[in-house]
């Protein structure tokens, strides 16, 4: 069975910095497809907010993070992280990470990821 476990959220004041991070159990996987990062408010629906491709390398980001969150891989081939700064009341939410093999137009797609992690709580309040 596949794990995807997410870490780093916390509380942090508005304008503040945190970095997720989302390792992947099984590293066969890291040789195609995805990574995704999606999230959800209370009261809302959950959305994406960001994905990096295994094969090349392309990211993409939801327009209310882009310039502000930065999605990598990490230095272990497993682990993917995404950085966030310049932190607003509104990103607070569980954090989802997410594996699988979305096509470029198809990254914000839940359908498209297989394994899913539990979730880390970002919360930004001061």
């Known amino acids: 069975q596949v794990q995807v476990v997410e870490s780093g959220g916390g509380l942090v004041q508005p304008g503040g910095s945190l970095r997720l991070s989302c390792a992947v159990s099984d590293v066969t996987l890291i040789n195609y497809g995805a990574i995704g990062w999606f999230r959800q408010a209370p009261g809302q629906e959950r959305e994406a907010v960001s994905c990096?491709?295994?094969?090349?390398?392309?990211?993409y980001y939801a327009d209310s993070v882009k310039g502000r969150f930065a999605i990598s891989k990490g230095d272990m081939e497993n682990t993917v992280h995404l950085q966030m700064n310049n932190l607003k009341h509104e990103d607070t939410a569980l954090y989802y990470c997410?594996?699988?093999?979305?096509?470029?137009?198809?990254?914000?797609?839940?359908?498209?990821?297989?394994?899913w992690g539990q979730g880390t709580q970002v919360t930004v309040s001061s």
């Open positions: 997410a594996y699988g093999d979305p096509p470029p137009s198809g990254w914000t797609h839940e359908v498209e990821y297989t394994f």
């Open positions: 990096i491709s295994f094969v090349d390398e392309m990211v």
